[in-house]
């Protein structure tokens, strides 16, 4: 079994080593939904913008919870690693793929018949109610080959390898960019076509992943390696239950906030759905900090290298803030070059738009402190500590702001943009009072 040792040499090469292919898989994951939305903007209106931003938006709520699960696998996978417990592993990546199975299965199910539900309740507009039916129905039926590839790449990230989930995401992602173009385009599918492609593109990713796993991870599987242990079990959902739950929130106050959006009307409903859009995309970085920190601290960690775990954590950090301080000014200066990217002859949703990028954007600047120590709390299989901060941001500042400030200002979005950076920067005094328990008893232990 081919493993990458990130216990040793430079923290600084092992965090891009490891982030950076890592960040383009999301890259080219996120530009799924940027593809949709871009070429809708192209040859759709407002309404069938609104269908692919809220559509798509659910679908990333369920890949984000499914990523977020499969986190439990991916720190269980490495810690092993860093204790060279290599029949531990084979054993841990049996019953991932066991419990997944099933979780897919199930969610397959219980999304498809409870679609109109899920619409009503996020008050999706009338004129936008049908496309948006259609996009997420077929996103569900492709449910499957999200659980999968999210899974597989788990299991990669697990082993230290992120390069080839790139490879695979590639590949499937120039399918996705043709298929959109031809299903939007010539075909007149709308957001059907957006979905239709995607769902093809991840299939096709997963179909790439099988394929190579057994050629470059070489596992040497028997048929005990895919019997339930209850232990291993225990294990990844004792991980992946907290950080799923947390992630699965964080994407549900998103959708409040969308919510809130859409009875403003469907100009503002489509501002705030491609505002999301691009700070999903420019939460990249922090992102890839947070899976690289997860992963190579939970190695440290297994391997008893505790100083060298918080070392990581600090480099990911400034790594992570940087890019959010460079992405906050390029934004207050480019906002109106940005937006019209993705709507076409709408001035009142470029208008809207860059509002809400201006004041949302400060977002990146927390989420790159907050995201990293997440991290690192999961590698300490402290998962519950990110779940706490993310749930007191949304219920004390992120939807009350975002609802205040829908309501007493009307006429603009900056009061309104102000709920997730605000939300953040508690996550964060949160995470450094925690963080300061945690070194304590670890100083305590060495």
């Given at each position: 079994m081919n493993t990458y040792n990130l216990t040793k040499g430079s923290i600084l090469k092992n965090l891009i080593q490891f982030s950076l292919p890592y960040l383009l898989s999301c890259f080219l994951q996120t530009f799924y939904g940027l593809a949709d939305l871009f070429i809708t903007g192209r040859f759709n209106g407002a309404a069938t913008i609104t269908a692919v931003s809220v559509g798509s938006q659910v679908t990333h709520m369920l890949t984000v919870i499914i990523v977020g699960l499969a986190m439990g696998a991916t720190v269980s996978i490495s810690r092993s690693v860093g204790e060279k417990k290599k029949n531990q592993v084979v054993k841990i990546i049996g019953n991932t793929v066991i419990l997944f199975s099933i979780f897919a299965v199930l969610l397959t199910f219980i999304l498809i018949f409870n679609v109109n539900g899920i619409l009503t309740l996020l008050s999706v507009p009338k004129t936008a109610f049908l496309e948006t039916k259609n996009y997420v129905t077929i996103c569900f039926i492709g449910i499957i080959f999200i659980t999968a590839y999210n899974v597989?790449?788990?299991?990669?990230?697990?082993?230290?390898?992120t390069k080839h989930p790139m490879y695979f995401v590639m590949i499937s992602g120039i399918i996705n960019i043709a298929l959109d173009y031809l299903f939007i385009g010539p075909m007149g599918m709308k957001a059907s076509g957006a979905a239709l492609a995607t769902?093809?593109?991840?299939a096709i990713s997963v179909i790439l992943a099988l394929l190579y796993m057994p050629k470059t991870i070489n596992f040497s599987f028997t048929p005990s390696a895919f019997r339930l242990d209850q232990r291993i079990m225990k294990q990844i959902l004792r991980i992946g239950i907290p950080i799923g739950a947390q992630d699965g929130l964080i994407q549900i106050s998103f959708l409040i906030i969308t919510t809130i959006a859409n009875r403003r009307g469907v100009d503002i409903a489509a501002a705030v759905g491609i505002v999301e859009k691009i700070i999903g995309f420019l939460f990249?970085?922090?992102?890839?900090?947070?899976?690289a920190v997860s992963t190579i601290c939970a190695q440290n960690i297994g391997a008893k290298q505790y100083d060298r775990s918080r070392k990581t954590l600090f480099t990911a950090m400034k790594i992570s803030v940087g890019f959010g301080i460079l992405f906050t000014v390029?934004?207050?200066?480019?906002?109106?070059?940005?937006?019209?990217?993705f709507t076409k002859n709408n001035p009142a949703v470029i208008y809207y738009g860059v509002q809400y990028l201006q004041i949302y954007v400060f977002d990146c600047i927390f989420a790159g402190i907050h995201f990293c120590f997440s991290g690192y709390f999961c590698a300490?299989?402290?998962?519950?500590?990110?779940f706490i901060h993310n749930i007191a941001s949304i219920a004390l500042i992120r939807?009350?702001?975002?609802?205040?400030?829908?309501?007493?200002?009307?006429?603009?979005?900056?009061?309104?943009?102000?709920?997730?950076?605000l939300g953040s920067a508690l996550s964060v005094v949160i995470c450094i009072v925690a963080y300061k328990i945690i070194h304590k008893k670890m100083n305590s232990t060495t």
């Open positions: 597989l790449s788990s299991i990669y990230r697990g082993l230290g390898d769902v093809i593109a991840q990249l970085v922090p992102s890839a900090m947070l899976s390029i934004c207050q200066f480019c906002g109106n070059s940005i937006l019209p990217l300490c299989e402290k998962p519950y500590i990110s939807i009350p702001v975002a609802y205040f400030g829908s309501v007493l200002w009307p006429e603009t979005m900056y009061p309104m943009g102000l709920a997730s950076p």
